[in-house]
């Protein structure tokens, strides 16, 4: 991931197995381009949020060509292109969307990545996502390299938030445990090499997962 001036002065540490919630700010900033032709030059600039305002759940069909995304509804077909991130966060959010739900207030629990044997620079990125007391999407992954636009500035979690009650944080963390042991309950095989299906199934409080640390 490139980062701006303003962003390098706060490098990022990589992901926590915690609870994330999005940045609906940065993530509907992030810019698109809209296919109105086969000759790029009639492109037109647009944006996640301008994307998902339009269509929200009135589509009957996405197709993601990892750089590119063709939506199909009634109304006909709109196709959009951008950075593989922006692409993929937008596919998300209509995913989430179309089944009945806010992707801007629900969890998203980070639980693993995985690195190319192939590429020093190229993750991948897991999450599972929550919806008041239902997991809603149970893997949805976001891969970072050199050309794919990856921001973990738009996931924001509030670890750092002290609230008005002195037990808010000690229920955060019980919270956090709860749902990463009910997603792997069910699952007694997936995942089962990665380090919070080894700390949440041994009932293991979470720490700062230092290994999921990733330079930029």
Not at 14 to 40: C, V
Not at 48 to 57: A, S
Not at 159 to 165: P, V
Request: net charge negative.
């Amino acid at each position: 991931m490139k980062q701006s001036p303003s962003e390098a002065d706060n490098k990022w540490e990589g992901f926590e197995l915690t609870s994330y919630h999005l940045d609906s700010e940065r993530i509907l900033n992030l810019p698109l381009k809209e296919r109105r032709s086969s000759d790029a030059k009639a492109d037109v600039d647009t944006t996640v949020g301008d994307v998902y305002r339009r269509v929200l759940d009135r589509f009957d069909q996405l197709t993601d060509n990892c750089r590119s995304i063709d939506i199909v509804s009634g109304n006909g077909r709109l196709s959009v292109a951008g950075p593989e991130f922006n692409c993929s966060m937008l596919l998300e959010l209509l995913r989430i969307r179309k089944g009945g739900f806010d992707p801007f207030c629900a969890e998203w629990f980070f639980y693993a990545d995985d690195s190319s044997r192939d590429s020093l620079h190229h993750n991948l990125y897991e999450f599972f996502v929550v919806y008041i007391d239902k997991i809603i999407r149970e893997r949805v992954f976001f891969s970072d390299h050199d050309e794919s636009g990856f921001n973990p500035l738009v996931f924001q979690t509030d670890n750092k938030f002290r609230g008005g009650w002195v037990n808010e944080w000690a229920s955060r963390e019980a919270r956090t445990h709860f749902w990463f042991q009910k997603f792997y309950s069910n699952r007694p095989d997936y995942g089962s090499s990665t380090r919070s299906a080894q700390t949440f199934r041994n009932g293991n409080k979470a720490t700062p997962a230092s290994s999921f640390r990733k330079d930029i």
